[in-house]
């Protein structure tokens, strides 16, 4: 067993035998503590033939376990008042949920039984597909999602982890089986794909005493390593236009690729992005598009590094008469931004803020919890929240300057427009 203590945030990091990593940080802000198990077992980790299986076993996955029905665990989370959330991305699977520290023991034990021994009932899983398809229905008929699913299509290529859809299609979704599911859990959700923070008013000692004795026999070998392989990058512009009937608002997505989180940019690509569609009321864009022009219901980017090289969205909602002034003010505002970076005022006002707003990523339990399973996903260190504030000061401006000439190519962007035939 190895374990690093640090100062400041002062989370006590260990790992166990079975491989399981254990980050507890004990806090006295409320008599709570919250618990997020997070495992390696997210939409990058399923067959092409079988996507939305992450995300489909993640809606299952604590509908009863070997110790537990639903029912008793229903009841056992409402005594407490507590809800369990499990959430799947590309890349993880996360159970989290917040109790009181009397229930600790017990809330931990519930996490641990429904990541570790779910039975997937045959009628849940008939269930949570039906509500799967209906939110796959509701997708098709809203231009936002719409929009970003094809601009991620364009971007990525279809068969790309980060270009297919996160929730599968319906006709993936209904072929998916109990077996999918359950072969799919054995392969990922295991301790060495765990991640569990603690957070709260509980000893860091009966905190990984209890995950010990709760993870205790509980093992299985390494799972293979799955790359995110790099995207191809267009030399040219592509557009799609998604026509949709009736609809009042058309909805642009527009986007290129940009770097992984472990880039040694990241820090000049995040404040470049922060000036461009954040700032203020939006940046550049929504000073622009919605404020001057008032031609955006709303307008903002976001820049959004994982393992692998994440994008950067712009995303505009604007009348359907609007889409070619917007998207002209979108190519506007990105090729200056391209050509001169940001201004010495803009760079030092988007560090004040960037650095102001560190304090609000640890004002509470669930907050902390997610920022040290950030940290822990992308080796940022348990001194992280300390160094931030210095990485940030140490990005000079013609570093963003380099970041945004970089990135903001609009000859090489993807447009994705869906609307009425209108737009």
Avoid at 187 to 202: E, H, T
Avoid at 205 to 218: H, I, Q, S, Y
Avoid at 272 to 283: A, H, I, T, Y
Avoid at 408 to 420: D, K, N, T
Wanted: proline share 6%; hydrophobic share 40%.
């Amino acid at each position: 067993m190895t374990i690093t203590e640090t100062r400041g945030l002062s989370p006590i990091w260990t790992v166990l035998p079975d491989g399981a990593t254990v980050i507890v940080q004990e806090t006295a802000m409320t008599p709570a503590v919250t618990i997020s198990a997070s495992f390696l077992a997210g939409g990058l980790y399923e067959q092409q033939d079988l996507l939305g299986l992450a995300c489909l076993t993640g809606r299952v996955l604590d509908r009863g376990t070997e110790q537990r029905s639903a029912e008793v665990l229903a009841e056992a989370l409402d005594e407490r008042g507590v809800s369990l959330r499990v959430v799947t991305t590309r890349h993880a699977m996360t159970l989290s949920c917040t109790c009181l520290e009397e229930d600790f023991d017990e809330m931990l034990a519930i996490v641990v039984d429904v990541a570790r021994r779910p039975t997937f009932p045959e009628l849940e899983i008939d269930k949570k597909r039906a509500e799967t398809v209906t939110a796959l229905r509701q997708d098709e008929d809203n231009p936002a999602v719409r929009a970003v699913e094809h601009l991620f299509e364009l971007l990525y290529g279809p068969t790309h982890p980060y270009g297919r859809r996160a929730k599968g299609t319906v006709e993936t979704v209904e072929r998916i089986t109990r077996a999918d599911m359950a072969a799919f859990h054995a392969r990922r959700m295991r301790p060495a794909c765990l991640s569990l923070v603690i957070v709260g008013d509980v000893s860091h000692v009966r905190a990984l005493d209890r995950a010990t004795a709760e993870l205790e026999g509980w093992i299985g070998p390494v799972p293979a390593p799955v790359a995110v392989p790099p995207p191809f990058v267009e030399a040219s512009r592509r557009q799609r236009i998604i026509h949709m009937p009736g609809k009042s608002q058309t909805d642009i997505a527009y986007g290129v690729t940009t770097i992984r989180r472990a880039d040694p940019r990241y820090y000049a690509y995040w404040m470049m992005n922060n000036v461009l569609g954040q700032f203020g009321l939006g940046g550049r864009l929504a000073d622009n598009i919605r404020e001057r022009q008032g031609m955006a219901y709303y307008a903002f980017s976001g820049f959004d590094p994982n393992v692998g090289e994440g994008p950067l969205v712009i995303r505009a909602g604007v009348d359907p008469m609007n889409v070619d002034r917007a998207l002209e003010a979108i190519d506007h505002e990105v090729a200056a931004l391209a050509a001169t970076g940001p201004t010495p005022r803009e760079l030092a006002e988007t560090r004040d803020y960037l650095i102001g707003s560190i304090p609000r990523l640890l004002e509470t339990n669930q907050s902390i919890a997610a920022f040290l399973q950030a940290s822990e996903q992308f080796g940022l260190g348990l001194d992280y929240d300390r160094r931030l504030a210095d990485l940030l000061r140490a990005v000079t401006l013609e570093e963003v300057r380099s970041a945004a000439a970089e990135a903001l190519r609009p000859e090489r962007a993807a447009v994705a427009i869906a609307g009425p035939r209108e737009s």
